[in-house]
RNA sequence: GGAGGCGUAGUGUAGCGGCCUAACACGCUGCCCUGUCAAGGCAGAGAUCGCGGGUUCGAAUCCCGUCGCUUCCGCCA
């Protein structure tokens, strides 16, 4: 891959752009030294930078101060290299380098600096405690994959840039310094100086001005996000993270979703090392894919898909399984191919993973070729009737040689045990096919959830996120029944963003926020300005905003977001590069009108 | 806030009650070496085994606590 575009022009020579086409060129190389190799006479330098690396090569003989400068030189010092490239000599020319064809034959090094010794090793992939690579992030990111991430992000990114603004979008910054609303997730406070006592907040994502720029006839926003929500982290979760935010006016869901889908085809067929499992997203209702994979964002690269078996069991001589039936609960459950022999020790560590989960059991059988169709294997086999198992096995798509996972619980709690269930056995099996990558849009959520603690209505999404229009009727007497133009984009299970058509009508409006159960003094104080903006001609608009950060993750295959964040923070929040967060000055709190309120040292001594 | 995993020279690992005066590889330092590309050879330096306590005649090893990192749950409108 020729990183390099024909057009820069360098007063000096990359290290990943000769070859055998350069032989008798008089260039210089600029970089660091990956390798050294001192033969005593020769001295074999191996030159890195963004691009490649070159060999260099000093002999003593035609080169004497050089090699007396090469002789000192040590890993990571970075060199200005001049000299001849040389046709490599018979049979020394390496195949496995991008310019093994050739090598540099030096005439003069000059130290453009020094190095101390690495903490770890750039020059070679290695598995380095992450705290001590985040803290030295300069060396870290110096390597060959991480270069390569980083520019794959960037060329995500221009290709998201170069599609939306060839469909008329308008790329618009945002404040990072906003209003604090204090719902949904936490808020990074910004004091002010000015107002004693008054926040800033900063952006849980640019949602409210993204809508305000809809009623002020922008049409089409987007921006690349920074985004920042303080709660713990995880390995695809950043406290500050990016976004394609994007909105459009006069639009409907369909609008929406063709637009996303296709950057999102153009994006993973120029950068995907694997193809799409399907170029059209398939499409799947949340109560569908709550069904078939017990999660709201499915892993469709493989099957071990979920069935209800609540009416073959509901009169099981299984105690369990009827009784659960009865009370309302469901037996669901899904078939592992060519695992009904597995051994019981495997047997007893799915069922302690399925408990990990929320299981209170979880009920396994082997099936197996029998007299009348297939027989069971499993510690209930002698409550099961033989159309039991045969219907069992028909629902869950099982035949001889397989293995059926069941789960009988309320029906929540079903979906999730089985939902993790699903992957985990798809991981311990290797049934996941890494060969592709699967996309899927998941439709219809509901528009509110219950709050247990809070014993009311949430929103699923956000407030103004728009009832589909013929379950309005039902929003005061079943707001359950009531489903969301909302819709999330899936990718290989991670949930890459979510979005709305959002809720332009001022009655609905009203109507949303007294279920939500906010008074009129919140929502004037929270959204007092949004509010007020629809009033002044808001068009009918939604959006979408996928993760950049997660889709550069899948897209370079890495298992972390941190991989393809440049300075990325630990699960603790922390900057380990600069050492942030940081005690802060007296005087700096003075002029904020701030008092520290810490809590007690835990002081180990006065014991 | 909770649960699991990990913590041994600069890095990655081994050792998992006494053969440990802690091993190996790479790296590092010095010397030798003119065709290597994970160069090679020789010599050497480098570790209070995260920290604290306990059990034991004896602890890197077992137990408890604690700290750090990480994965997951809670949390993430």
Known sequence: MQETKPTVKRSYTTCGELNAGNIGEQVTLKGWVNRRRDHGGLIFLDMRD???????????????????????????????????VGER?????????????????????????????????????????????????????????????????????????????????????????VKSTPEGARDYIVPSRVFPGDVYALPQSPQQLKQLLMVSGTDRYY?????????????????????????????????????TEGLFVKMFSELAEKPLKDS????????????????????????????????????????VFANTVKSGGVVRGFSVPGKGDIPRSQVDALTSAAQGFGAKGLVW?????????????????????????????????????????FVADKEAPTAEVLGRLRNHVAHEYELIDEGSHAFCWILDFPLFEWDEDGNRWDAAHHPFTSPMDEDVQFLDSDPARVRAKSYD????????????????????????????GYSDEQVEERFGHLLRAFEYGAPPHGGIAPGIDRTVMLLAGEHNIREVIAFP??????????????????????????????PPEEDHEDE
């Open 50 to 84: 963004r691009y490649g690396i070159t060999q260099v090569v000093i002999n003593p003989e035609n080169a004497r101060d050089a090699h007396a400068v090469a002789e000192g030189v040590r890993g990571e010092y970075v060199l200005a290299v001049t000299g001849k």
């Open 280 to 319: 059209t997203f398939p499409r799947l209702s949340y109560q569908e894919s709550l069904l078939k994979y017990g999660t709201d964002k499915p892993d469709t690269r493989f099957g071990l898909e979920i069935s209800d078996v609540s009416e073959i069991v509901a009169s099981s001589e299984f105690g």
């Open 365 to 405: 059988i082997g099936l197996e070729e029998g007299e009348n169709g297939l027989s069971a294997r499993s510690p209930i086999a002698k409550f099961l009737s033989d159309d039991e198992v045969n219907n069992l096995a028909t629902a869950t798509g099982a035949s001889a040689g397989d293995l059926m996972l």
């Open 489 to 516: 984009l899936v990718l290989d299970g991670f949930e890459l963003g979510s979005g709305s058509i959002r809720i332009h009508d001022r009655d609905i409006q009203n109507r949303m926020f007294g279920l939500l």
């Open 223 to 259: 921006q690349i996000a920074r985004c920042f929500r303080d709660e713990d982290l995880r390995a695809d979760r950043q406290p500050e993270f990016t976004q394609l935010d994007l909105e459009m006016s006069f639009v409907d869901r369909e609008d929406v979703l063709d637009l």
């Open 569 to 598: 923070k630990n699960q603790s929040g922390q900057d380990l590069l600069m050492g942030a967060p940081s005690p802060i000055d007296e005087t700096q709190l003075q002029e904020l009108h701030l008092q520290l309120d810490l």
């Open 89 to 177: 000599p018979e049979g020394t020319e390496n195949p496995n380098m991008a310019t093994g064809e050739i090598e540099l034959v030096v005439s003069d090094i000059e130290v453009l600096n020094p190095s101390k010794t690495p903490p770890f090793y750039v020059n070679q992939e290695s598995d380095v405690d992450e705290s001590l690579r985040l803290t030295y992030r300069y060396l870290d990111l110096r390597q060959p994959r991480m270069q390569r991430n980083l520019r794959l992000r960037h060329r995500a990114i221009k290709i998201i840039r170069d599609y939306l603004d060839d469909r008329d979008f308008l790329e618009i910054e945002t404040p990072i310094m």
